[in-house]
């Protein structure tokens, strides 16, 4: 049985409800669990927290949901939950960003608090990898951390002020612009660590057409979240049994690191596991999390650790030029008669001019493309293998 079974088995009843919303359809079964648990710390916000050391941490989720185009249906996974929460009041919404200043204004907007959704974050990840962008990666990673202060910046003189942040964040992404905009780069070694990535496969379901569900079908579900929205902020502690099962894991896991690139996820998956079991103990209407509560808190960590290796060992290549060369090629066999226009290359797989020249230069070098003027063609032999 899949860690993902396994984890369905031990989860609250509001969950199962929750899947016979969405269901049938052609989502993966990990997509609907993480998007769930993600909906979840949207919804609580900065109510619910507990305390370790002298941090006060909100159990925010950034999840990261990552499969091909079309097959998977990754935005298909969480609009039914961004629409049932813009149901329940004093829930944000955040609408994504590219811009440093619009993002900070829209965030003190809504005084720090909220679930931020993109349907492609490809597009900022590569924006984050421009040099000018860096201020903006440390930004958005202090987003994440508890803050022993609160968050100024000044925006067209004038100095706006953040006293605490709670943003949770769902995203989708397809395989290759991860690693288009991530191999290689500085905000793989501290961004994407923060993520809880999901990769999802095909499912065997196949629905040529969904049935149409109005927002009656959704009350009873809503309504349940509306009860479940706590009213006065809730601290949720964690029991001495939970703790020793923790520091166990823990130790273990500290003791399998390897790699320094492999220990920046580590640290993080430690650590989100108290997260998760902040999460599922509010769920089921605890103050504590016990030791089976934390147990299957640390099956949510072992998931993103075999999810962590896979993206570092195969989804994250080890020479991102070769990586970015064989991108050019997928996205010319992909198109009418294995040509295309130089800026549609540069627009839809996020390259800047300069990288994407060297490129295509390395590509003609060898015989795998020819380029007239602004077009870009692949070799007809290459478009067959």
Known sequence: MSIIKQIEKRMNPLFWEYRQLVTPSEVPDEFHLFVFMTMLSGLVGDRVYYKEGGDTIYPTLWTMLVGESGITRKSTSFRPALRVLSKVENVNLLAPSASPEGFFKELAEYNGVGLLRHGELGTLLGSLRKDYMGGFVDFLCELYDP????????????????????????????????????????????????????????????????????????????????????????????????????????????????GEDLGYFHIR?????????????????????????????????????????????????????????????????????????????????????????????????????????????????????
Request: glycine letters at 6%; proline letters at 3%; hydrophobic letters at 40%.
């Open 147 to 258: 803050l022993p202060m609160g968050l100024k910046r000044r925006l067209s003189k004038e100095i706006i002020s953040i006293d605490r942040v709670a943003v949770s964040w769902i995203a989708a992404t397809t395989p290759d612009s991860l690693n288009k905009c991530v191999a290689g780069s500085r905000i793989a070694g501290g961004f994407l660590p923060r993520w809880n990535i999901v990769f999802g496969s095909p499912a065997t379901t196949f629905v040529s057409f969904r049935q149409r569900k109005t927002d009656d079908y959704f009350i009873p579900f809503t309504g349940k979240l509306k009860a479940l929205k706590p009213a006065e902020e809730t601290e949720i502690r964690f029991n001495e049994e939970a703790i020793e099962v923790h520091r166990e894991w823990y130790v273990k896991k500290r003791s399998c690191v390897v």
């Open 269 to 385: 998956i430690l650590e989100v596991v108290k997260k998760y079991a902040v999460l599922l103990a509010f769920l089921g209407g605890q103050d504590k999390v016990n030791r089976g509560i934390m147990e299957t808190a640390l099956m949510f960590g072992d998931y993103f650790y075999d999810t962590a290796e896979r993206l570092l060992t195969t989804e994250i290549t080890a020479n991102p030029f070769e990586a970015d060369c064989q991108r050019i090629l997928k996205k010319l066999a992909q198109s009418k008669n294995g040509t295309c226009k130089v800026r549609d290359l540069l627009r839809n797989l996020h390259f800047n001019t300069k990288d994407l020249v060297a490129r295509m230069e390395t590509l003609q070098h060898r015989g795998d493309i020819e380029v007239k003027g602004n077009t870009c063609c692949i070799k007809s032999d290459k478009a067959t293998e």
